[in-house]
């Protein structure tokens, strides 16, 4: 069962075409913002735990400022390299707050 839980207010998200770093239950989170639709990914890049939320985004991908590995805003899946992924979370608006499921 989902288990909703405030990430942040509607006020403090991204701009259209930037990133943030949030945090919640001790869950680092990268808050994309694609052409105004939010999205919640893990915050800690696989390949040598870049922050995402540092990052920026390139059409559908948040970038990892690090060494620039791409990652699907919706799926998690990386466009490169192939076969590397960070988990995507559930979100939501309600009101003026932004929910995530972590679970
Ligand atoms: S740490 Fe993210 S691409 Fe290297």
Redo the contacts with the bound molecule.
């Keep these: 069962m989902a288990e909703w839980v405030r990430l942040c207010g509607l006020a403090e998200v991204p701009a259209p075409g930037r990133v943030m770093e949030a945090e919640v239950d001790g869950v680092q989170v990268c808050v994309a913002n694609v052409n105004g639709v939010l999205s919640a990914l893990d915050n800690i890049?696989?390949?040598?735990?870049?922050p995402?939320g540092q990052?920026w985004v390139e059409g559908e991908a948040v970038i990892?400022?690090?060494?620039?590995?791409a990652f699907n805003v919706k799926t998690g899946l990386a466009e490169f390299p192939a076969h590397e992924r960070v988990e995507v979370f559930p979100l939501r608006v309600e009101g003026e707050d932004v929910l995530v499921d972590i679970e």
């Design positions: 890049c696989p390949h040598r735990q870049g995402l990052g990892c400022p690090w060494h620039s590995w």
